[in-house]
């Protein structure tokens, strides 16, 4: 199986404001969790198949729950199509600070990952609102496995007919990737995703469906 984005694995820019399952689990952009909270009492499940032409292609299961307007929690599921393959298990938890430096917001989160052998990240991420529609963040990674701190940068904007674009430029170490992404609202509760990441052989196709409305 393709090593899945972990919790808190990169860093990106995103709506402060707007949650969404990133494909690791907490919310975020297409792979990169954000200074964004799920809302208080709303459970949101996303499901996407993610292709990959180097790789097998994963399915990541994700769900998060907003425990308040500060707190989030969640859980993944990631299986891969082809046989031999270790399924992933993740848990991550993620904690909207009081502190701000200058109009940004900063967020702190926390991951625990296993196939097969357990991974453990922490990251810090810092957003910022540019305009009514157009939200970035920078963000640094740390996790166990690798023992190197990330650090990544991108931005969403949201259109007048609801579509959100997203860009992802993210700092692999030695290498850079750049991801991007567009979600659409089809109802006030479900919102479909297409995503492209790091090149045209690698693309993703999923659906987020929020469960209650939060407060």
Known sequence: MKKLLIPGLFAALACAAYAYPTLGGPTGLLTVPTTAIASTGQL????????????????????????????????????????GSDDLLSIN???LTPFTLGDANLAVGAGLS???DSVLSLYGTMTKTFAETFNGTVALQWDDESDDFLLGIGAETQLD?????????????PGVELRLAAR??????????????GSLNSVTIGAAYAFGTGD
């Open 93 to 95: 938890a993620k904690y």
């Open 184 to 197: 659409y609202p089809l109802t006030d509760a479900l919102t479909a995703q297409f995503g492209v990441v």
């Open 161 to 173: 007919n609801g579509l959100r674009l997203i860009a992802e430029y993210i700092n692999t170490l």
């Open 114 to 116: 296993k196939d097969g």
């Open 44 to 83: 949101q499940v996303a499901l996407d198949w993610w292709n990959d032409s180097n790789a097998d292609a994963t399915v990541p299961l994700r769900a998060v729950y907003g425990l308040n307007d500060k707190l989030e929690v969640g859980a993944a599921f990631t299986t891969s199509e082809a046989s």
